[in-house]
């Protein structure tokens, strides 16, 4: 009877530490679904009626489509299609500025105006990131009147990664002007390759890899050309050509950075470099047909790369800021690009049930640096040839809060995990139907 009686205070209490929660609304982050994990992150994104228009804030809105898509809730592709039109509209108010025009980069100030504070930014409801980080030769976008009665945001000449998120808006909606804006930029990414070799004095950065990744192949599927398939696979093959590390499989963020060693490699492997690669291969192979010449060749590197990168997971699920240092910091824009790789080369049928487990641990292991509100921590901040001359430096990069490079790779691992969550969760649909899943899933055992 004792016994029956402590088993039975002890369900109580459980059952009413659960009523509690239920009722508070709260919910425990080894508890959320992907769906529940990306919602506050997306909601917080959109609260903002302009972003700066930079990379970091294109593989975003790349995560919002696909949260769109993968959800069925058409809010997140709307919003992404206003952002564009917001774009593309200041982008023709200010003109197109060559590279050699001081303005480029927006570091010319308009006159009758001032470079605006973060605080300002979130006051007028602008993405904060629009105004410059307390580093040198960071930029800004957000110009305000001192009473804050007028505001100019410029838009800078980062065509790269809209071009991807233009053809994304076209696929989805099929709205021919996402289609038409693009058409001359993506000519120009055909005509200008400087990957393909090592020229001195020219650097190489990993980070350019992901950009060809989703808007070449996305190209060459929408207008059969296929000088866009055979220039990704060439640009993917240079990468690895160039920067891939042979003793680990894995890669360095760049080539020609260092000032003792202007033809050597950075020190270390950057987990969000490999995120990059990895992320850049998957979304090829998404779009490149099989019968495609190099379709074998792309697959085969991808394979290998997250091969490689499988013997670095650590413990808890995560990647580290570099990979191959464990006592280096557990980073979230690394390992949110490695687990969305993983799970859609799982559900595209490239990788085996391995790779469906380590996804979906590692997508657990991301909950806990995401809080409920939508607050994404442990993202290394932006990271370039002036900021990491030495390992030292990798292992000393800050980690803001919502640092921009951590929302797009967070909202792509949680849309793939949600269709993970559709196919094979309690109920599931085979990924038919785009509804949030109820429960997470876990690995197997």
Request: aromatic content about 12%; proline content about 8%; some cysteine.
């Amino acid at each position: 009877m004792t016994r029956f009686r402590r088993v039975s205070a002890v369900a109580f209490l459980v059952l009413a530490i659960g009523g509690c929660s239920w009722i508070s609304g709260f919910v425990s982050p080894d508890d959320r679904t992907a769906f529940e994990t990306a919602m506050p992150v997306a909601e917080r994104v959109m609260r903002y009626r302009y972003h700066a228009w930079h990379y970091p804030q294109g593989v975003t809105f790349l995560g919002l489509l696909y949260l769109s898509e993968a959800t069925g809730d058409k809010r997140y592709r709307d919003y992404v299609a206003s952002q564009i039109e917001n774009f593309h509209a200041t982008r023709t108010a200010w003109g197109e500025p060559a590279e050699s025009d001081p303005g480029y980069g927006a570091k010319v100030t308009p006159p009758g105006f001032r470079r605006a504070t973060k605080a300002e930014a979130e006051k007028l409801g602008i993405c904060p990131w629009c105004c410059p980080c307390n580093e040198p030769g960071e930029t800004c976008r957000l110009f305000v009147k001192d009473d804050l009665s007028a505001v100019k945001v410029r838009p800078g000449r980062d065509n790269r990664i809209q071009n991807g998120i233009w053809l994304e808006l076209y696929r989805q909606t099929g709205d021919k002007k996402f289609l038409d804006w693009q058409a001359k930029a993506m000519e120009t990414i055909i005509e200008r390759d400087p990957w393909f070799e090592k020229k001195p004095g020219f650097q190489k950065i990993i980070d350019a890899s992901f950009l060809p990744g989703i808007s070449a192949p996305r190209m060459g599927a929408i207008t059969g050309d296929k000088r866009y398939y055979a220039n990704t696979v060439r640009r993917l093959e240079a990468f690895t050509n160039l920067l891939r590390d042979p003793k680990t499989g894995i890669f360095h963020q760049g080539w020609g950075w260092p000032s003792e060693d202007p033809e050597g490699y950075t020190p270390g492997h950057w987990g969000r470099g490999n995120g990059w690669i990895i992320g850049a291969e998957i979304e090829t192979l998404a779009f490149l047909p099989k019968d495609d010449p190099g379709y074998g060749k792309t697959l085969a590197l991808f394979r290998d790369l997250c091969a490689s990168l499988a013997k670095y997971q650590d413990e808890e699920g995560m990647w580290r800021q570099l990979v191959a240092h464990p006592d280096s910091y557990p980073e979230t824009s690394g390992t949110g690009l490695i687990v969305f790789a993983y799970a859609k080369g799982y559900r595209l049928g490239l990788l085996g049930p391995e790779y469906r487990d380590r996804a979906i641990r590692g997508f657990q292991a991301l909950k806990k640096h995401v809080k409920p509100d939508g607050t994404v921590l442990s993202t290394c901040a932006g990271t370039g040839p002036t900021k990491v001359p030495t390992l030292a430096a990798y292992y000393a990069r800050p980690t803001p809060k919502n640092d921009p490079h951590g929302d797009g790779p967070v909202l792509l691992a949680a849309s793939e995990i949600l269709r993970l969550e559709r196919m094979e969760g309690p109920g599931g649909t085979n990924g038919q139907q785009p509804v949030p899943a109820k429960e997470p899933l876990k690995a197997k055992p």
